[in-house]
């Protein structure tokens, strides 16, 4: 959660923030906020169709993918929180209970996008991932949790659609 406004009103809701989260900085003027909010969500979209493509990638190589996530989820360059939470859905095939909805999911990347036209800011990754995203809405998967975008690409790959 991130504060943003007067250092004197973040600091008048710090006790009531606090009942939701352990770290709420402030992170700058008002609104800073929720731009901030939506560069981490931003971020956040990239990487789950990442690791889905990498879960494809492997399986196609014919190598398991999860000794791609033992052997690189740690890593200090290359592993993420989120290939630590969504790979093992991503490996199990399986998408509920979901985390995040990919139907919610949805929303939030359109608020990006439409935040990004605002400031004029070019964003061909996260076009991208939008397509993967609104695929897996066409195979009915908007409310299994996002690391479902993995049945996308397992299904262009012609691999046999699961997706619990």
């Not at 008002?30 to 969500?41: C, E, H, M, P």
């Not at 996530?69 to 969504?86: D, E």
């Amino acid at each position: 959660m991130y504060l943003s406004g007067s250092p004197a009103a973040c600091r008048q809701v710090q006790p009531w923030v606090r009942h939701f989260t352990l770290d709420a900085p402030r992170v700058g003027a008002f609104g800073s906020g929720t731009k901030l909010k939506l560069a981490a969500n931003h971020h956040v979209a990239i990487l789950n169709v990442a690791c889905a493509e990498m879960v494809a990638l492997c399986r196609k190589m014919g190598l398991d993918p999860q000794v791609a996530l033992t052997h690189m989820g740690y890593s200090p360059y290359i592993g993420t929180g989120l290939m630590r939470i969504r790979m093992p859905m991503m490996l199990e095939r399986r998408y509920q209970p979901a985390t995040m909805k990919i139907g919610v999911w949805q929303k939030d990347m359109q608020i990006i996008g439409d935040m990004a036209r605002e400031v004029d800011c070019p964003t061909p990754l996260l076009n991208a991932s939008a397509a993967v995203y609104t695929a897996a809405m066409a195979m009915g998967l908007a409310e299994h949790d996002t690391a479902a975008t993995a049945e996308v690409l397992a299904a262009v790959s012609g691999q046999p659609r699961v997706g619990r």
